[in-house]
Nanobody, 118 residues
Framework: QVQLVESGGGLVQPGGSLRLSCAAS????????AGWYRQAPGKERELVAT???????NYVDSVKGRFTISRDNAKNTVDLQMNSLKPEDTAVYYC????????????WGQGTQVTVSS
Protein backbone atom coordinates (compact mmCIF):
# COMPACT_ATOMS: atom_id res chain seq x y z
CA GLN A 1 0.00 0.00 0.00
CA VAL A 2 1.08 3.56 -0.64
CA GLN A 3 -0.78 6.77 0.13
CA LEU A 4 -0.32 9.77 -2.14
CA VAL A 5 -1.05 13.34 -1.00
CA GLU A 6 -1.00 16.22 -3.48
CA SER A 7 -0.37 19.85 -2.63
CA GLY A 8 0.40 23.11 -4.38
CA GLY A 9 -2.77 23.76 -6.34
CA GLY A 10 -4.52 27.10 -6.42
CA LEU A 11 -5.59 30.06 -8.50
CA VAL A 12 -3.09 31.62 -10.90
CA GLN A 13 -3.30 34.12 -13.73
CA PRO A 14 -2.62 33.07 -17.33
CA GLY A 15 1.11 32.98 -17.95
CA GLY A 16 1.82 32.23 -14.32
CA SER A 17 3.45 29.23 -12.65
CA LEU A 18 2.57 26.65 -10.04
CA ARG A 19 4.45 23.71 -8.57
CA LEU A 20 2.49 20.64 -7.55
CA SER A 21 3.96 18.12 -5.17
CA CYS A 22 2.92 14.54 -4.50
CA ALA A 23 4.13 13.06 -1.22
CA ALA A 24 4.26 9.28 -0.98
CA SER A 25 3.87 7.37 2.28
CA UNK A 26 6.76 5.06 1.43
CA UNK A 27 9.98 5.14 -0.50
CA UNK A 28 9.38 6.05 -4.12
CA UNK A 29 12.16 3.67 -5.13
CA UNK A 30 9.41 1.06 -5.17
CA UNK A 31 7.31 3.08 -7.63
CA UNK A 32 7.96 1.92 -11.18
CA UNK A 33 6.05 4.75 -12.84
CA ALA A 34 4.78 7.94 -11.21
CA GLY A 35 2.58 10.39 -12.99
CA TRP A 36 0.25 13.33 -12.98
CA TYR A 37 -3.19 13.23 -14.54
CA ARG A 38 -5.86 15.91 -14.76
CA GLN A 39 -9.60 16.08 -15.17
CA ALA A 40 -11.45 19.18 -16.28
CA PRO A 41 -15.20 19.59 -15.73
CA GLY A 42 -17.18 17.50 -18.20
CA LYS A 43 -14.06 15.83 -19.57
CA GLU A 44 -12.33 12.52 -19.07
CA ARG A 45 -9.21 12.21 -16.95
CA GLU A 46 -6.11 12.59 -19.10
CA LEU A 47 -2.44 11.85 -18.69
CA VAL A 48 -0.27 14.92 -18.21
CA ALA A 49 3.19 13.53 -17.50
CA THR A 50 4.94 10.41 -16.24
CA UNK A 51 8.38 9.57 -14.90
CA UNK A 52 9.86 6.11 -14.51
CA UNK A 53 12.14 4.80 -11.78
CA UNK A 54 15.08 5.35 -14.14
CA UNK A 55 14.07 8.97 -14.74
CA UNK A 56 12.56 8.70 -18.21
CA UNK A 57 9.79 11.21 -18.74
CA ASN A 58 6.78 11.47 -21.01
CA TYR A 59 4.40 14.41 -21.58
CA VAL A 60 1.12 14.99 -23.33
CA ASP A 61 1.71 17.24 -26.34
CA SER A 62 -0.29 20.15 -24.91
CA VAL A 63 2.14 20.65 -21.99
CA LYS A 64 5.48 19.90 -23.64
CA GLY A 65 7.93 22.73 -23.07
CA ARG A 66 5.81 24.19 -20.26
CA PHE A 67 5.57 21.44 -17.62
CA THR A 68 8.38 19.45 -16.00
CA ILE A 69 7.93 16.32 -13.91
CA SER A 70 10.61 15.29 -11.44
CA ARG A 71 11.09 12.92 -8.55
CA ASP A 72 13.03 13.47 -5.32
CA ASN A 73 14.00 10.10 -3.90
CA ALA A 74 15.26 11.64 -0.67
CA LYS A 75 11.95 13.40 0.03
CA ASN A 76 9.73 10.69 -1.50
CA THR A 77 7.99 13.25 -3.67
CA VAL A 78 7.03 13.57 -7.31
CA ASP A 79 6.66 17.17 -8.44
CA LEU A 80 5.12 18.89 -11.42
CA GLN A 81 6.47 22.33 -12.30
CA MET A 82 3.92 24.14 -14.44
CA ASN A 83 4.96 27.30 -16.30
CA SER A 84 3.19 29.51 -18.83
CA LEU A 85 -0.16 28.30 -17.58
CA LYS A 86 -3.21 28.65 -19.79
CA PRO A 87 -6.92 28.69 -18.93
CA GLU A 88 -7.24 25.28 -20.59
CA ASP A 89 -4.89 23.87 -17.94
CA THR A 90 -7.66 24.38 -15.38
CA ALA A 91 -8.51 21.00 -13.86
CA VAL A 92 -8.20 18.79 -10.82
CA TYR A 93 -4.71 17.29 -10.91
CA TYR A 94 -4.15 13.78 -9.58
CA CYS A 95 -0.96 12.01 -8.62
CA UNK A 96 -0.63 8.39 -9.73
CA UNK A 97 1.76 5.59 -8.84
CA UNK A 98 2.23 2.19 -10.47
CA UNK A 99 4.04 -0.57 -8.61
CA UNK A 100 4.70 -3.83 -10.40
CA UNK A 101 5.24 -6.96 -8.34
CA UNK A 102 3.58 -10.22 -9.29
CA UNK A 103 0.57 -8.01 -10.03
CA UNK A 104 0.21 -4.38 -11.00
CA UNK A 105 -0.81 -2.02 -8.19
CA UNK A 106 -2.20 1.39 -9.10
CA UNK A 107 -2.61 4.17 -6.55
CA TRP A 108 -4.20 7.62 -6.77
CA GLY A 109 -4.10 10.74 -4.68
CA GLN A 110 -7.18 12.74 -3.77
CA GLY A 111 -6.48 15.52 -6.27
CA THR A 112 -5.68 19.20 -6.10
CA GLN A 113 -7.51 21.98 -7.94
CA VAL A 114 -5.62 24.19 -10.39
CA THR A 115 -7.50 27.19 -11.75
CA VAL A 116 -5.98 29.46 -14.38
CA SER A 117 -8.01 32.63 -14.71
CA SER A 118 -7.62 36.38 -14.81
Amino acid sequence: QVQLVESGGGLVQPGGSLRLSCAASRSIFSINVAGWYRQAPGKERELVATITSSGSTNYVDSVKGRFTISRDNAKNTVDLQMNSLKPEDTAVYYCNAIIRTSVVHIYWGQGTQVTVSS
